[in-house]
């Protein structure tokens, strides 16, 4: 980091390898409307649940918002894509709209914790799809089973699998302790590969 907070080209360049290098491990397509993404990510499993769970640590590389964590509890996101690596982009035209503020609402469907926690993800389709967080610790690590369910058609999964892709990758960063890619081009390079391998309806 520079003195002004702003990134060096060397900083800049490792950062934009992880994120390279992060897009080796695709999530698949497990089922109809289903897309899972694996991650080891470093743990304890505790600290990895705090990041799923607690709104100011979520909005390191999610969202912020409120989440009761008991089944029938309320969860609210809300996503500033924008804030959430140091890396100034614009944002690809189609999400221009949601770049700055964009929010997601849903309820709790099960919560055992620190292992497993799902949710209703209200997509605007009419239907809610459904997230799930698995954690299983692996010796001093953990690994991270995301599930995302019921959602409405092809172009919603590449949009999701893209998205959970570049999301995660910022977490395993946060994790880390080190600052993560750039959002946007990440994300746009992953939605080209998904493009490729989400298979058509």
């Not at 899972?36 to 999610?62: C, F, H, M, N």
């Not at 997509?123 to 299983?136: A, M, P, R």
């Not at 999964?157 to 890619?181: F, K, N, Q, Y």
């Amino acid at each position: 980091m520079t003195e002004s907070g702003g990134v060096t080209k060397p900083d800049l360049r490792a950062a934009v390898e992880r994120a390279e290098r992060a897009m080796g491990e695709f999530g698949v397509v497990t089922e109809a409307r289903t897309v899972r993404l694996q991650r080891v990510l470093p743990g304890p499993i505790e600290r990895v649940w705090a990041y799923l769970t607690e709104s100011d640590k979520r909005a390191k590389w999610l969202a912020p918002g409120e989440m009761e964590l008991r089944v029938g509890g309320r969860v609210e996101l809300t996503f500033r894509n924008n804030e959430l690596t140091s890396h100034a982009e614009t944002p690809p035209e189609k999400y221009a709209h949601r770049a700055d503020q964009n929010s997601v609402h849903g309820r709790i469907t099960r919560c055992e914790p620190p292992r497993l926690l799902s949710y209703t993800w209200d997509g605007g389709s009419g239907v809610d799809s459904e997230v799930t967080f698995e954690l299983s610790p692996q010796g001093q690590d953990v690994l991270l089973v995301l599930t995302h369910r019921r959602l409405p058609d092809r172009t919603t999964m590449v949009g999701v699998a893209s998205g959970w892709h570049t999301h995660v990758g910022i977490l395993i960063d946060r994790l880390h302790d080190r600052e993560p890619g750039p959002f946007w081009s990440t994300f746009t390079r992953l939605k080209a590969e998904y493009e490729a391998r989400i298979p058509a309806d």
